[in-house]
Structure formats: C-alpha cells, structure tokens
C-alpha cells in the first residue's frame, strides 16, 4: 500500500527454504522463533517516547493517555520482526524472486479465483477503470488469494517497528496512529488483528493508513472487512490503484533488447526518467509505447548470476511500485497476472467448445 498511507506495503523475507521465506514474510505466516538481538535504542529512550506517543493520542484524538500508555510500557517487542525487516525478499536476485510466483500452483489459483469472483472483478474494472489481472495479481502476490495473510498480531508488529528500529521509526509510529483509529472505526480489539510484520493486514496487505484511505466497502453492507469478504477486498485493490492514477487500457512492461551503447538508459529509482521521444531518440524500439504511456523507463534484473535481462516500462509500471516500491515486485505481478489472464483465456476457450 508512499505518502504515509500510500505504500511501503513490506513484506517478502528469507526463513528455512525460498517458498516457505516468502509465505512467511509477505504475510507473517508463522510466529518469529526468538533470536540473539541487541536493541539499537535504550529501554529508557523506548519508555519516554511511548509517554509522547500516549499524550499525543490523548491531545490529538481522544484516545485514554493512561491505557495506550499501560499497554505499550508492558508489551515486549519482538526482535525477530527487526531482523526480518532488514532481509527483505526484494533483496535476493530477480532469476530467484521470480520463481517464487511464477509456479503453476499460484496461476491456477490465480484462474480459479479470477472465476469464482469475474462478476465482482468485471464491476471493480467497470467503476475504477482498473484491469481485472492487475487486481488479481496483487491479491496473488500478497496472501495467495488470501490462504497467508499473517499471524503476527499487528500491534505488536507496528509497537516493535515504532519503537525499536530508529531508521523507520516515524512512518511505523505514524502507522501506529493509524492502527489505533483504524481500531476505533472498526470497533476491533486491539490486540487480536493479525497481519504481517509489518503490520499489513488482509487479502491485499494493507498498512493501517491505506485500510482507512483506500478500503471501500465495495459490497455495501455497512462495514469494510478486508480480511475475509473478497468483494471488499478487490474493490478496495481496485480504488487504491484509481487512486494511484492506472491507465485504463496504458503500457506496464514488456522487454526490450539493448545495444551496449544503449545500457545507459536503465535507471535504478523507481521514478521514470524519460518521455516515450527521449527512448526512441536513443534507438530504443519504442513500438509498444505509443499512445499508451506519458513516462517511461527502463529496468534491468538479473536474469542470471551472469546475465540481465532489460525492460521497457510505462505509467503503469510505475503504478505498481505504489503498491510495493520494489521494481522486482512490480514486474512480479505483472507477469503473474498476464499469465493468470492467459491461462484463463486457454479454460474459457476450452469451455466454450463443449
């Protein structure tokens, strides 16, 4: 799910072996076992920013200073979480991320979902603009349509991550803020939401700040569950994405060869450097771009220890690392999602010819 409630939606780390790393950490599959850690910050530092924190919520939203300030003196913080935080899946070579979602067993889950929810999903593109794969795909990457979606309870995640690890305090503090309204408006018990260890909840992973943005309730039963009520949770994927500007119809990726001389065009921030005219002045075939994108980029992965590979990227592309700003993570749910689209092309086919 960044302006605070945009984005940074972490998860992906590395545990025993590559499928059960990555369960675990996009969704916090199973408790952090212990682990040898010094804190980088004093218990006593830890103690006077929890009063801050207690009298803030008290002075800015009304919440009981002596509670929050009860409950988070006594909670204990679980290293593990930080150790996780600083390995994140992302980090490992593309030839390697790949394979974690491009497995049959995703994509077919991918066309059985996309099957038993394609009213919903044709709804959520007809009133966001938004493509039906896309939405499928993040839901994929995320919690595999929903079977992962975290065990760690959130507060805990988001008390640890504010507290605890100085180089991302202030966003998860301000996610704790909004783990605390978010609770309020949704009348949960603070200590029995579950999520990542990163404090992303539900089907689609969202951080606190993006639940209250961006969750809709989509089937308009008065509430907005993002963890068990689907079609909440595709309208909610869909109007972040309408909110994050995707180009209905627009250019994601595709890859390109590039000459040597060509190489210096690839980019490693997530902002797109160039306009469709600045490429094709490079001579870099520009064909799938025209009319379908304002920016564009390049990107290399590491298609092995020895080789990259080279993507031509658009708007949309961009979008993606909204989500997650990870141009790993963008290209993964991309190519989930066309060959989610694909496969389901191949069953409908099949289908109609009965």
Known sequence: MINKSVFFLLFACLLATLNVDVYAAQAGDSQLKPVEY???????????????????????????????????TNMQHNAGI????TKPAESMPWYRYQKIWMQDKRIDAGVEFWQKHAKTLARAEKEYGVAQEIIVGIIGVETFFGRI???YPVIEALHTLGFYYP??????????????????????????????????M??????????????????H?????????????????????????????????????LKQTQKKVVQHGLKLKYTVSDLKNEGVDTSDLQNKTRRAGVFAFDRS??????????????????????????????????????????????????
């Open 167 to 200: 180089a991302r305090a202030d966003f998860f503090r301000s996610e704790l803020v909004e783990y605390y309204l978010l609770a309020r408006e949704q009348n949960w018990k603070l200590e029995t939401v579950k999520g990542s260890y990163a404090g992303a």
């Open 38 to 72: 010094k804190p980088l910050v004093s218990e006593k530092t830890v103690q006077q920013q929890i009063k801050v924190f207690a009298k803030k919520m008290a002075s800015d939203h009304r919440f009981d200073e002596s509670a929050i300030l009860n409950q988070l």
């Open 221 to 257: 039963d008065n509430k907005v569950n993002l963890f068990t009520d689907t079609v909440d949770m595709i309208g909610s994927v869909a109007n972040y994405f309408s909110k994050h500007h995707w180009s209905q119809g627009g250019f994601v990726a595709s890859p390109v060869e």
């Open 149 to 151: 979606q975290g065990s």
């Open 82 to 85: 930080i150790k996780k935080i």
């Open 305 to 354: 220890k020895s080789e990259q590979e080279h993507w031509l990227v658009g708007d949309n592309f961009y979008v993606i690392t909204r989500y997650n700003r990870s141009p790993m993570y963008a290209l993964a749910v991309h190519q989930l999602s066309q060959a989610i689209a694909s496969k389901r092309k191949i069953h409908l086919a099949s289908l109609s010819t009965k």
């Open 202 to 219: 539900g089907m689609g992973q969202f951080i606190s700040s993006s639940y209250r943005a961006y969750g809709v309730d989509f089937n």
